[in-house]
């Protein structure tokens, strides 16, 4: 197989790094220097990339053994042994391939025989798990496959959903980093095999699929794309980018589903060709995988319509639909965009993977534009969103990223808190294979000139005009803006370097219309730039500061950007930000976290007079490798009796939140009094309950769900608040509700909550009301009866008129289940 190191960008759809260029008719006008070509020293950096070695990768391994599972059940299969106990699955191999593509990262910034070994042994089941014609997806290989599982009765049946193309895509990016690292092509002759399988089946057509007509239908959830651009990059076979570029072409024309939720046309983006969208819908992860294939594409075929496309799909993300962390999808249920301006706090869906998009996204952005406001965007997803995604071990992650909790609510796929893996486990895998390439999004160049892009403490080198130039930057950047660059050329030099000027340094913390400074700074930019001690010239061009000079060895860079605590306000069409204020300083969101503020943050509030020069800032230690900010502002508070007090409210950067247990978190502060809640947790006042007691409640759950007003969506529905006697399996339980005055009875309705799993509906269930201080038997209507069902108000109505105090409800679980409730539903006579 003739393979080669012939193409400078080597993106994959999280991938920055690049190999030697012989040729290209067309390709970015910017090059980063590769990841594994740049040192990273940075104290904040440096930390996380040992965790990933050390811990993240190791334990992401150990939680796909699913996957390695899953593909071993193929080769068996195809081995004749058989496949017994063998379940569908649709994309558990793609988490899988997303760790093995993290790992190859490793491989490639030092060797690790022991990881290698490992990747043979992997690469040697995937082959084998191959069927002869190039076929790769165990669930339809083994006949395990069906609608059932929304996948089809055959291969390629159910495109939409199947995620055929999108797992083979993360094995391609797995197999090319691989053979990267170590030069081994076995895996790479799996994916060519499987790719020129697809070709034929999608675009010429095939007798053992679809009657033999070509399926020319694009992917549900895009992926494939990205990796046939890499494919392309790393073979030179054109054929592979003509297949990337068919693949974007007929979306939206050959295929457009019409239903609702993940039939929707939106979802998949399939509802216009992606020439004419201007509007960022649908599933987030799904539309930033689709918009950095668009770039790749549109630059390598020099076709001006796909980026002219995506400025107007960025504006409109970064002008109504990002939040201030630079997480994208808020919303549940399709994990995507809502309305134009809808950027809910609490209920922000924000999935990890959208956020990693979101940063790639934009550094594609940026070297076709050569813009820094499009580093601004990448560079506030990267360090908030992201890496609030993992915990400070690397053990633990979030999936979901909101802007408020409450430190109960099950936010996190069921818990309140990161979680050790997901059943759907995109987000941690892709932190895997992200972490690694952060070096790679410091430094591009294009052969003449410099760019300084992100900062961090490394070293590297450039070749620019044919000079070797060394590159030495020191800087305790994000947490402080003092920065020098040492730059040693082999010989004097002239060329231009470009250092970023970030547009938190302006009246924004962000690039767009949302959010903007509460007090801007009257049109200055706060820097200071010096060249070996001495001011000098320089111009200000996209964003960037531009030093034209002669360049000698050991010329020193000084660039210092002040790093102050701002009050952003956001756009009034943001109902869910109306008279609330945000703190950040540099490029962190900064938040409040209860465990460092004796009780829930939600009961703080800033006037308008608050004033953040009255802040005052440290570097503190926060694990036992890292550091963090922490922020002490003038802050009033809500106190349990409704009066005010004046106290400091400490706040420290977003991504940090979450490391010390389950608490309170606050981004978004009132301005107003009557907005702040001294208790989160607390029975609304419009509730005609008084207060709830419970036989046992579960620590993350609260027995006042029951009475929070919050109507249920399912019996499933875990975005609201519920009470669970969760562990307590078996046991009976009960749950009493007093009311705020004595009432007629007209009916008693009980929501319950059942996940399927440890918590399902009671065995049985009856009623007990208070009277005189005394609970007594509630007798039912005649021809009314305690109903046992899922997804509805259970419904019981007294035999007689009764006045009564309070209610309670007693229950019988199941064997070895517990029993919970959503919601309960109480109607008097008026």
Not at 131 to 150: A, D
Not at 623 to 645: F, N
Request: charged share 25%.
């Amino acid at each position: 197989m003739k393979l080669l190191f012939a193409f400078t960008i080597c993106f994959t759809s999280f991938s920055l790094s690049a190999c030697a260029q012989t040729e290209s008719p067309a390709d970015y006008p910017l090059k980063p220097i590769p990841f594994n070509e740049v040192e990273l020293t940075s104290s904040f950096w440096r930390p996380r990339l040992v965790t990933q070695r050390k811990t993240l990768v190791p334990f992401a391994f150990e939680r796909t053994q699913s996957g390695v599972a899953h593909l071993q059940a193929a080769k068996n299969y195809l081995e004749g042994k058989g496949a017994p106990g063998h379940r569908p699955h649709r994309f558990i191999d793609s988490d899988l391939y997303k760790v093995m593509e993290g790992a190859a990262y490793l491989l490639q910034l030092e060797k690790d025989p022991e990881l290698e070994a490992k990747f043979d042994q992997l690469a040697e089941l995937i082959e084998g798990a191959q069927e002869p014609n190039g076929y790769l997806y165990p669930s339809h290989t083994t006949k395990v496959g069906g609608k059932q599982h929304m996948m089809g009765d055959k291969p390629y049946e159910f495109v939409v959903h199947s995620h055929e193309l999108y797992n083979v895509g993360h094995l391609y990016e797995a197999a090319i980093a691989y053979y990267r690292a170590t030069g081994k092509d076995r895996l790479l002759k799996v994916v060519e095999k499987n790719a020129e399988h697809i070709r034929k089946v999608f675009f010429e057509g095939d007798p053992q699929y679809n009657d033999g007509k070509p399926i020319n239908q694009a992917p549900g959830h895009q992926e494939i794309e990205l990796a046939l651009v890499k494919l392309y990059r790393v073979t030179g076979k054109k054929k592979y980018l003509d297949m990337a570029r068919k693949f974007l072409e007929i979306r939206g024309i050959t295929y457009r589903p019409e239903g609702q939720g993940v039939m929707s046309p939106t979802y998949a983006q399939q509802h216009k060709p992606v020439k004419e969208q201007s509007k960022a819908v649908g599933h987030a992860v799904r539309a930033t995988y689709l918009y950095s294939a668009m770039a790749d594409v549109g630059t390598l075929t020099q076709d001006p319509s796909y980026k002219e496309a995506l400025g107007r799909i960025w504006e409109n993300i970064v002008n109504t639909r990002m939040h201030i962390t630079g997480g994208l999808g808020a919303v549940h249920g399709i994990e995507g965009f809502g309305p134009e301006y809808f950027l809910p706090n609490r209920d922000a869906f924000n999935e990890t993977c959208a956020a990693v998009g979101n940063v790639f996204l934009n550094y594609r952005l940026f070297l076709l534009h050569k813009e820094a406001r499009y580093l601004d965007v990448a560079e506030v997803a990267l360090l908030n969103n992201v890496l609030a995604a993992v915990n400070l071990e690397g053990n633990r992650f979030f999936y979901v990223n909101p802007l408020d909790a409450d430190g109960k609510h099950p936010f996190n796929h069921g818990t309140a808190s990161r979680a050790p893996w997901f059943g759907t486990a995109c987000c941690p895998s892709n932190l895997a294979r992200l972490i690694p390439q952060v070096a790679g999004m410091t430094y591009a160049h294009d052969g003449k000139d410099l760019h300084v892009t992100f900062y961090a403490a490394s070293k590297t080198e450039a070749t620019l005009k044919g000079t070797k130039v060394k590159i030495e930057q020191e800087t305790d950047y994000p947490n402080s803006g003092h920065i020098r660059l040492k730059l040693t050329p082999e010989k004097e030099v002239q060329f231009n370097l470009f250092l970023r000027i970030p547009t938190w340094l302006r009246d924004q913390f962000v690039p767009g219309s949302l959010y903007k400074y509460a007090k801007p700074n009257s049109g200055k930019v706060p820097f200071t730039l010096k060249v070996n001690g001495e001011k000098v010239p320089f111009n200000l061009e996209r964003g960037f500061v531009k030093i034209k000079r002669e360049w000698k060895p050991d010329d020193l860079v000084e660039l210092n950007l002040p790093m102050i605590v701002r009050k952003n306000l956001c756009d009034e069409r943001v109902k869910q930000n109306h008279n609330r204020i945000a703190f950040t300083r540099g490029p962190f969101v900064l938040c409040a976290e209860g465990v460092d503020n004796g009780g829930a943050t939600q009961r703080f509030y800033f006037d308008q007079q608050t004033q953040t020069k009255d802040s005052s800032t440290q570097l503190t230690a926060f694990s036992e490798s890292q550091k963090a900010i922490r922020v002490e502002l003038p802050a009033k508070a809500v106190t349990a009796e409704d009066e005010t007090e004046s106290l400091k409210a400490k706040l420290l950067p977003y991504y940090a939140w979450n490391n010390r247990g389950e608490s309170s978190m606050t981004v978004w502060f009132p301005t107003k009094k009557e907005l702040a809640v001294h208790d989160p947790h607390a029975l609304p006042k419009e509730s005609v309950i008084k207060s709830v007691k419970a036989s046992h409640t579960f620590k993350l759950d609260t027995e006042k769900a029951i009475g929070d007003l919050q109507e249920p969506k399912n019996s499933r529905d875990t975005h609201i608040p519920r009470w669970t006697s969760w562990p307590q399996r078996g046991k009976p339980q009960w749950v009493e509700a007093i009311l705020k005055k004595k009432q007629t009875l007209r009916s008693i309705g009980v929501y319950w909550y059942d996940d399927a799993g440890g918590v399902q509906l009671p065995k049985e269930w009856k009623v007990e009301i208070l009277q005189g201080g005394e609970w007594k038997p509630f007798e039912l209507y005649v021809t009314d009866a305690y109903e046992i069902k899922k997804d509805k108000y259970n419904v019981v109505h007294p035999s007689a008129k009764i006045e009564v105090e309070g209610v309670k409800i007693l229950m019988t679980p199941i064997e070895s289940s517990c029993v919970g409730i959503l919601e309960l539903k109480l109607e008097f006579e008026p």
